[in-house]
């Protein structure tokens, strides 16, 4: 005859115990590992805008990024960034440059695309419209959120590449081309990833797509 | 061969100095020290020592902000006689402080970067000289955008033909920075090195101490001739810098 052996009252409890917990670590696992959770995406149906034909639209992983363009203050630079977006040059552009809490920059759109990066080239791709004329602004502040065009070291060679700042950065003023601010979404640039201390980003992520609201 | 390349490339791009004020003028361990200032000029402060160059041949120490903040104002006052045009056309944006400037091991009270619109200042510089020293360097970046205007061939013409110049300003022993009592043609033991030395003299003393070379140049044609050149010039860019 087999004797039923009765499980204590504290056996109880730790079996209860390392139950709770081995689901705890899953989940734990699968939603640690989401960098999106939580994350607003924006949905553009229940968003409006003043000026919808300078409202751009990039979609990362975790969203819509949403960014009013400043045709007021720099009308060439925002000119030849709508044509870049239009001509959907900006869909699969990496954010090869990411400076942890400072700043993302992507654009290359020669060298720094998802079906083509060449990290020996990157940051000196062209767009093939040209370089543009620095546009500078003494009045328009690098706060959280402004998007700017990128140069070389010298004025007067913006072409496709731009940046957006993740904190405010007040020498930056006066010194870049600014497009726009950040609307919504500045969460979503937070996630992309960073190559940690290095500047230039290993296997980093990329823009989906990217938009003018008109056209979205 | 694109492996290595990778590797090479990740390791250098660990070595990249991420901050923004870096990017921007290639000298880290920098802060902001004064943003807005009327002449757009900006002023920064090294936190941290730095190397900086071929073969890292610049190199200054952090600055004591007790003793920045002591200097500042001397250094500020004599900045502000500049208007935000006239450093736009001499390419001078920003000035980083730092303590014991040194370039090829050899001390220098400032270097002045056009590529970069800076200008460097040892906050440490003999006292006795530093105003003057200023605006000093600041004439180098004048004629560093004006080249032909401050041409050395052109301004060396002024000087007895007996006379020769130094094959560079630390290769010769002409090093004195006091102003000579019988001038001679030059103000200073310094003017005698190089012609670029002996117009940056001129313009320093016009701008600390305008009456006292106007006096001087009544008795001594060759110098008569050398600041007139340096007026009409510099009056080409501004008239009211002089």
Known sequence: MIKTIKASKSEKIL???????????????FLLKNKCLFIDNNDLKKLNFKNPDNIAVMNLECGNV??????????????RFKTLIEKKMYDGSAFYKVVENTLVQAGDIEFGNIDYLDYSKIGSGKSGLGSLKSELSDDFEFTEGSVGFARSREFDTEDSEFFMTLKEIPIYQGEYTPLGKVKYGLEILKKIKTGNKAIYVLRPDYINTFRMLETN | MKIIILFILIFQFSQVNADEIYNLIKIPNLE????????????????????IGVDDNIACNKTNQENLNTKFP?????????????????????????????????????IPDNKNRTLILDINFNEKYFERMIHHEIFH??????????????????????????????????????????TNGFLTEYSKSIPSEDMAEIFSFLMVNKNLIEEKIKNDPILNKKVNFIKLNISKIDENIL
């Open chain 2, 141 to 182: 970046m004048i004629q560093n955008s004006y080249e032909e205007d401050f041409n050395d061939q052109k301004f060396s013409l002024f000087n007895n033909s007996d006379f020769e110049y130094a094959e560079c300003s630390t290769c010769s022993n002409r090093l004195n920075l006091d102003l000579y009592e019988n």
């Open chain 1, 15 to 29: 079996f209860i115990f390392l139950i709770i917990l081995t689901v705890s670590a899953f989940s734990s696992f």
């Open chain 2, 32 to 51: 902001i020290y004064k943003l807005k200032n009327e002449n757009n000029i900006r002023y920064l402060n090294a936190k941290g020592d730095f190397k």
């Open chain 1, 66 to 79: 949403i960014i009013e363009l400043y045709p007021d203050i720099s009308p060439k630079a925002v000119e």
């Open chain 2, 74 to 110: 001397t250094i500020e006052r004599n900045i502000k006689r500049y208007n935000s045009k006239f450093l736009k056309k001499i390419n001078l944006k920003y000035v980083v402080f730092c303590e014991g400037l040194f370039i090829s091991n050899i001390n220098t009270g400032g």
